[in-house]
């Protein structure tokens, strides 16, 4: 098997040492993915029947694509080490699927917040105006305890839910605070992981064309 030479070898190194820290982004999306998922505050707000489930939509197609890179960067390692075209090629469309999968993400989380937001908004104030049901109660004093808010508006707190809270915010206003933040975090995430693995389509197709030029020579 030829080996490449002068500046290829140069890309070839680059791409190994790419493909090191690729893996590790995967590990960082994957990690992100799952404190979104798991995080006591957001799953105490988003459990209960009838609870919207848009968000932890995007937070599934961020963590198959975190699951993706740290497997993807492992064989993209074995595949500049071996000078294989063909791993390098499966690593390039592998690249491409998540570089897709990662901008699904962060776009998802961009343009559909103002929607995730207000079904959240919706399920507590529902939630509100049920407090005669036990999981009304239930479901609503869990927003005022982890939020530390109360009620949607003025015209709207329950005494008996809001007694001894003095000037908390409306959850309305919590929500979107809360959920504004990890929006922009998976946002921020998802579209930043997709600019890094630009850097790492250009090195991979440059040295399977090297590699190809290579043997064509010999």
Known sequence: MSKVQGGM?????LLFVFNFIFWLSGLLV???GLWLRFDPETAELLTGDGAPDTFFIAVYILLGAGGLMTIVGFFGCFGAVRESQCLLASFFACLIIIF????AAGVFGFVNKEQIIEEVQKFYSSSLADVTTPNGTDIASIYHRTLNCCGGSTSDVNKELC???QDVQDCLTAITEFFDEKLHIMG??????AGVMIIGMIFSMVLCCAIRNNREVI
Do not use: D, F, P
Request: hydrophobic share 40%.
């Open 9 to 13: 070898k140069c890309v070839k190194y």
């Open 30 to 32: 994957l990690a992100v």
């Open 100 to 103: 897709g999968a990662e901008i």
């Open 163 to 165: 007694e001894g809270q």
């Open 188 to 193: 921020y995430t998802g579209i930043g992981m």
